[in-house]
Nanobody, 121 residues
Framework: QVQLAESGGGLVPPGGSLRLSCAASGTIFSIGIMRWYRQALGKQRELAAFITSGGSAGYTDSVKGRFSISRDNAKNMVYLQMNSLKPEDTAVYYC???????????????WGQGTQVTVSS
């Protein structure tokens, strides 16, 4: 059974930092793009950052210069380092990844359950 599991969320004061982790487990042949989405209460889910298998990354404008996405292909992990956090970063953060379960390289998107990040004094 394939699953994505996030960890590292919590309560942090404005200006603080958190590091989110996401582990992909199960019988996985290949991992394509890995992403972090976030969804604030009452708002639509938005893409915060993504990283390709080759390490190319992209960010939504509101987190550029503050967030950094990275991955460890050997461990099937993706990370999101969040610095200079603001109250508007408060949201549930979801890991998403394109996974291929066999050598046919047919990728399908999988989601984690999400982890709450609250930025408040």
């Amino acid at each position: 059974q394939v699953q994505l599991a996030e960890s590292g969320g919590g309560l942090v004061p404005p200006g603080g930092s958190l590091r989110l982790s996401c582990a992909a487990s199960g019988t996985i042949f290949s991992i394509g793009i890995m992403r972090w989405y976030r969804q604030a209460l009452g708002k639509q889910r938005e893409l915060a950052a993504f990283i390709t298998s080759g390490g190319s990354a992209g960010y939504t404008d509101s987190v550029k210069g503050r967030f950094s996405i990275s991955r460890d292909n050997a461990k099937n992990m993706v990370y999101l380092q969040m610095n200079s956090l603001k109250p508007e970063d408060t949201a549930v953060y979801y890991c998403n990844a394109d996974l291929s379960l066999s050598s046919d390289y047919r990728y399908r998107g999988y989601w984690g359950q999400g982890t709450q990040v609250t930025v408040s004094s």
